[in-house]
T-cell receptor
Framework: AQRVTQPEKLLSVFKGAPVELKCNYS??????LFWYVQYSRQRLQLLLR??SRESIKGFTADLNKGETSFHLKKPFAQEEDSAMYYC????????????FGKGTKLSVIP | EPEVTQTPSHQVTQMGQEVILRCVPI?????FYWYRQILGQKVEFLVS????????KSEIFDDQFSVERPDGSNFTLKIRSTKLEDSAMYFC??????????????FGPGTRLTVL
């Protein structure tokens, strides 16, 4: 069965510092990877997905199949980046269900 | 911008009672989902629904759970006889058909279910 691991429950960084939120997955096939974000008192929303190869709000994520990782990075953290970040995957084998990690709370210190 | 809505925002019930959680997906979406998040734990998939039938369900989605699309807009999750361990935040989500599993799922704000 597939699994997503986010090793950090909480990550605190200073404004302007680089951010890296770690995500590792286990699945024998080729899953599609996502990052979802939940800002305070808001709903869960898509931040970015691997298939789109996009940069959203300065965040990027690279899929490393060798290390089975999909870490989220941003060179300079902003206060408005403070939120809960969830890494997730779909297996794509006819399945639409998202498998989530436990999430990492990012706190950007002014 | 269209959004998924859920009612109620908070439901308190006694153990053994039936509850129905309601969702209105985005109007042109065809895939519907329920997830739940027990406090302090990860968001877990319960069930997906397409073309008026269940497409997938997890081990959590046992005989106590059912889903229904009673009309053209609502999507409901029923728990027949609630247990203490059903206390969680329940999220509804929807997505379009085009693009398949890689599509963004749009989440509702959640219903917090408390079973006493």
């Amino acid at each position: 069965a597939q699994r997503v691991t986010q090793p950090e429950k909480l990550l605190s960084v200073f404004k302007g510092a680089p951010v890296e939120l770690k995500c590792n997955y286990s699945y024998s096939g080729s899953p599609e990877l996502f990052w979802y974000v939940q800002y305070s008192r808001q709903r869960l929303q898509l931040l970015l997905r691997h298939i789109s190869r996009e940069s959203i709000k300065g965040f990027t994520a690279d899929l490393n199949k060798g290390e089975t990782s999909f870490h989220l990075k941003k060179p300079f953290a902003q206060e408005e980046d403070s939120a809960m970040y969830y890494c997730a995957l779909v297996t794509g084998a006819g399945s639409y269900q998202l498998t989530f990690g436990k999430g990492t709370k990012l706190s950007v210190i002014p | 911008e269209p959004e998924v809505t859920q009612t109620p925002s908070h439901q308190v019930t006694q153990m053994g009672q039936e509850v129905i959680l309601r969702c209105v997906p985005i109007s042109n979406h065809l895939y519907f989902y329920w997830y739940r998040q027990i406090l302090g734990q990860k968001v877990e998939f319960l069930v997906s629904f397409y073309n008026n039938e269940i497409s997938e369900k997890s081990e959590i989605f046992d005989d106590q759970f059912s889903v229904e699309r009673p009309d053209g807009s609502n999507f409901t999750l029923k728990i027949r006889s609630t247990k203490l361990e059903d206390s969680a935040m329940y999220f509804c989500a929807s997505s379009t058909l085009a693009g398949g599993p890689w599509n963004e799922q749009f989440f509702g704000p959640g219903t917090r279910l408390t079973v006493l």
